[in-house]
Nanobody, 119 residues
Framework: QVQLVESGGGLVQPGGSLRLSCAAS????????IGWFRQAPGKEREGIAC???????DYADSVKGRFTISRDNATNTVYLQTPSLKHGDPAVYYC?????????????WGRGTQVTVSS
């Protein structure tokens, strides 16, 4: 049974940056696309980035050009670099493994890591 654990969230000032990690255990995910999502209070969950098994990335317009998703198959970890954080970014950030490609069925979800932006 694969498990995902997110980490790296926290409190930053506007313009600050964080690197979020999504570590998998219980199974290797080299053949699975991994997505990052976020959900702010009172809002629907938003898919923001996805990386395929061979490293191709896709982004939502809200973060395109700002966030970067990457993966290290040797350590079974996916990262989300979040520079230039602004007031629209605070949310709980989740990662999820797809069964195969981005947008296919979800294999499993992590529990999330909180990102707060405040001066």
């Amino acid at each position: 049974q694969v498990q995902l654990v997110e980490s790296g969230g926290g409190l930053v000032q506007p313009g600050g940056s964080l690197r979020l990690s999504c570590a998998a255990s219980g199974s290797r995910l080299v053949d699975n696309a991994i997505g990052w999502f976020r959900q702010a209070p009172g809002k629907e969950r938003e898919g923001i980035a996805c990386i395929t098994s061979d490293g191709n990335a896709d982004y939502a317009d809200s973060v395109k050009g700002r966030f970067t998703i990457s993966r290290d198959n040797a350590t079974n970890t996916v990262y989300l670099q979040t520079p230039s954080l602004k007031h629209g970014d605070p949310a709980v950030y989740y990662c999820a493994a797809f069964f195969s490609k981005c947008g296919s069925g979800y294999r499993t979800w992590g529990r999330g890591t909180q990102v707060t932006v405040s001066s």
